[in-house]
């Protein structure tokens, strides 16, 4: 049996309204989750919860292991370098410390420019590539994502979902991947859940490790078209 890196158990949430009734799922050790769901329908909302970041909920969620969070903005401090934001998590900045964050950020595509830049001197991309590359440097054993690849032109999106899928998979490093763009998640998720609108509920749970491109699309578009009626 998979060891469970992260379990939610019956979530639910609401601000002025319901957002999240009884949400539950689990993360396995290795595994990329894919969570997808309508706008607004709570997908963030739950991914916080999952980070600890929110504790005004009803249910259970278990987490083993350190976790790090990509957020939608990519929260660079403006007056530090790529590198240095990128170096921000690190508690000890020794050689092999150092040399892992170096190796997180060439895999996902940052030049030695890029790594001397400020944040407000490079692109979108470059930015969002130096934030995941910043959660990627503590080295977390769970990895949780809000639209990493969102505001992306083409060819940068594809490369840096290659890149990143490779080393998740080389490190051993579970994700869950919050997007509203299927692709994403058909492209790299083992696992992918979907969500309802809200107060939203887990429509469907799809298993896709194993799965090809033309399957995986069949799959999820079935549960899609199952929700519209």
């Known amino acids: 049996m ?10 639910r ?38 980070a600890g970041l ?19 903005e990519d929260r660079l401090l403006p007056w530090k370098t ?22 997180y950020a060439m895999r996902l ?11 407000g001197k490079v692109s979108g991309g470059t930015r969002r590539k130096a934030a995941i590359a910043r959660a990627l440097a503590i080295e977390p054993e769970v990895l949780l994502m809000d639209e990493p690849f969102t505001g992306l032109d083409f060819r940068t999106m594809i490369n840096l979902r290659s890149s990143l899928a490779d080393l ?3 490190k051993g490093i579970s994700a869950v991947i919050v997007s509203h763009q299927l692709e994403d998640l ?3 998720a083992d696992r992918c859940i979907v969500m309802t609108p809200k107060p939203s509920r887990v429509r469907a749970e799809l ?23």
């Not at 249910?59 to 976790?67: D, H, L, P």
């Open 82 to 103: 790529l590198f240095e934001n990128i170096c921000l998590g690190l508690k000890y900045r020794g050689r092999r410390e150092i040399r892992e964050a170096l190796n």
């Open 54 to 72: 929110d504790d005004s909920y009803e249910g259970e969620v278990r987490r083993k292991g350190s976790i790090s969070m990509v957020f939608q």
């Open 2 to 11: 998979a060891e469970v890196m992260l379990e939610a158990i019956g979530i």
């Open 168 to 170: 998740l998979r080389e």
């Open 207 to 229: 298993q896709m490790r194993g799965m090809g491109l033309e399957d995986r699309v069949n799959a999820i578009k079935d549960v899609l078209i199952g929700m519209i009626g």
């Open 186 to 188: 058909l492209a790299i």
């Open 109 to 119: 595509g940052l030049s030695e420019e890029d790594l001397r830049s400020f944040p």
């Open 13 to 50: 949430k609401s601000f002025s309204e319901l957002v999240l009734d009884g949400i539950s799922l689990k993360l396995d050790k290795g595994e990329i989750l894919g969570i997808v769901g309508p706008n607004a329908c709570g997908k963030t909302t739950l991914l916080r919860i999952l």
